[in-house]
């Protein structure tokens, strides 16, 4: 008789780390509704009205996260951490693409009535000033930046990013409020969880 599985999560994510193909398959529906919790927490910081849902934004992460030929995640809290700063990246890359849009980008002319609502420019400004902002902080602190990421773009506590990044809750807990410090003077504004 064969053994019964006793934690499919730990199973797919070590599949994942083996390099199986389809082991992102099976992983995604076991944590969908967590992965829909982080898409939604990073979904709160951003305007009123944007039109990236929770379900696009955490669809989107999927179909980018099975591009992604070095995703092998030790834990889940690490495989969270890919799919915030995955969902980070694809909000940035959404904002950049507004902006584009507002300015022209050669496209077509479309009636105001038609056109879909567009970020504001304080929106597009900010994220992309956080983003800028946060990549100089991954060059001048990585750690900090990794841990910043975690807890405001994955929604991972203390102690779940203190097990992924294997450095104790103190010492999250100090890079968090060294990174909000930075980013702060970085771009003029606190950033905390939402």
Request: charged share 30%; net charge neutral.
């Amino acid at each position: 008789m064969l053994p019964m599985s006793s934690d499919p999560i730990a199973e797919a994510l070590e599949a994942l780390r083996r390099g199986d193909a389809g082991a992102l398959d099976r992983l995604v529906p076991l944590l969908y509704d967590d992965l829909r919790r982080v898409a939604r927490q990073r979904l709160q910081s951003e305007r009123d009205g944007h039109t990236l849902g929770t379900t696009a934004l955490a669809h989107e992460a999927y179909l980018r996260l099975s591009t992604q030929r070095q995703l092998r995640p030790v834990d889940r809290a690490e495989f969270f951490a890919a799919a915030s700063n995955t969902m980070r990246r694809i909000l940035v890359d959404y904002a950049r693409g507004r902006r584009r849009q507002k300015r022209g980008a050669g496209a077509e002319v479309v009636p105001i009535d038609s056109a879909d609502v567009l970020l504001d420019d304080q929106a597009i400004d900010e994220t992309l000033a956080l983003d800028q902002a946060l990549e100089r902080l991954e060059a001048a602190y990585p750690r900090a930046a990794r841990i910043f990421e975690q807890r405001l773009f994955g929604g991972l506590s203390v102690d779940e990013i203190s097990e992924a990044v294997g450095v104790s809750p103190k010492t999250v807990q100090r890079d968090w409020e060294a990174a909000r410090a930075w980013l702060r003077k970085e771009i003029g504004r606190d950033v905390s969880v939402p």
